[in-house]
């Protein structure tokens, strides 16, 4: 499962086998016997002893969904760990995505609702605003009606700025990260 999510697991990458370990809760040498018995079983590709992934990505989605969903070796409430997202946001969508596309989705849903809640709760106590935007952006389609009035209530906050609209100019638009206008 976390090979399929990471795509590829560097044996020597430090920040990646802490974050594992962390997130997780897999200790590198219990990781790495894994993946060398999973090696020997022709599931998981090894390269020189340090770099392991599955180079099928059918297998691959199947592995994650296993692995997370169907007979959960590994917790998915894990995939909101502050270590995790929205560090790991595109890694973890690469998985979901397909997964949720193969298998039952609305099952995937449920099992993520839940953690998402209670970290969307923990960030707004903490006044998290950067986080809870990425949250809000990345999983809104699962919260919709919490995504709605977290962003009405930032909007009703903001000034209002009269503008004359014929001073507006218009331009091409530049990327300037997840905004509150991004996400509506």
Known sequence: GVVALFRHVDRKNEMQMDTIAEVFQISVERLWTAVRRLHDLEVVDLYEN???????????????????????????????????????????????????????????????????????????????????????????????????TFLKERIDALPSEPVDPSTIAFKPAASSGITLWTIL
């Open 50 to 148: 340090e770099v392991a992934r599955i180079s099928d990505q059918v297998l691959a989605t199947y592995l994650f969904h296993l692995a997370f969903f169907d007979q959960p070796a590994l917790d998915p409430t894990r995939f909101f760990h502050p270590a995790f997202f929205p560090q790991y946001r595109s890694r973890l969508f690469d998985a979901l995505n397909p997964a949720v596309s193969a298998f039952d989705g609305q099952t995937i849903v449920n099992a993520i609702r839940p953690p998402l809640r209670r970290r969307w709760k923990e960030l707004e106590a903490a006044g998290d605003e950067q986080t809870l935007l990425e949250l809000a952006n990345s999983f809104g389609t699962i919260e919709e009606t919490a995504t709605l």
